[in-house]
């Protein structure tokens, strides 16, 4: 049985995992519209990946016995200046999620609730490989600066890359 206190910040973890679905959902729009169909690709999948983030702790909650909730929506930001703004902020928002989860992971310690902090493993794991990856791409844009040509190629990576990650998680 979930603690008040665990139940209530793992609904807020809910929160910042639908926000950031939110936020990669607008950040692939602005991408598509502006012709960047790679990079659009890539954060339409990171987008779904959140949302599939959220309803695993949804469903945890209710699982151990508290009440999961639908967070209300923020309207999140619809214009971005450039794919390298757009990356660091993915990387500056992957940030903020992990301290989230840090800090639910040390209340799970301090509630003697190790259960949540088992199950809160996995959220880690995947932060390291959310920050990671980000910093990788934004690493790349830094190298390409305002060469066309290169921006070009960084957009058919990333279209094959969300390609690949489609195919390996078996989705069509
Ligand atoms: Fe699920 Fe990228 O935080």
Redesign the pocket.
């Known amino acids: 049985m979930l603690s008040k206190k665990i139940e209530k910040l793992l609904n807020q973890q809910v929160k ?2 639908f926000d ?1 679905s939110q936020y990669y959902l607008a950040m692939a729009s602005w991408a598509e519209i502006k012709g960047f169909n790679g990079v659009s690709k890539f954060l339409y999948r990171q987008s779904d ?2 949302r599939m ?1 959220m309803l695993k702790l949804f469903r945890f909650i209710n699982e151990r016995g508290g009440h999961a909730i639908v967070p209300e929506a923020d309207a999140p930001e619809r214009n971005f200046s450039t794919v390298n703004a757009v990356f660091e902020l993915v990387l500056k928002h ?1 940030i903020e ?1 992990s301290t989230e989860i840090n800090k639910l992971v040390d209340a799970c310690l301090k509630e003697k609730d190790y259960t949540t902090h088992n199950f809160m493993q996995w ?1 880690v794991a ?2 390291i490989e ?1 920050e990671n990856l980000a910093r990788t791409l934004l690493d790349k844009l830094k190298l390409i600066g305002n060469d066309k040509g290169g921006l070009y190629l960084f957009d058919r990576d990333l279209a094959s890359l969300a390609a690949s990650a489609q195919s390996e998680a078996g989705t069509p």
């Open positions: 910042f995992e950031s990946e959140e983030h992957e999620v959220y995947e932060q959310e």
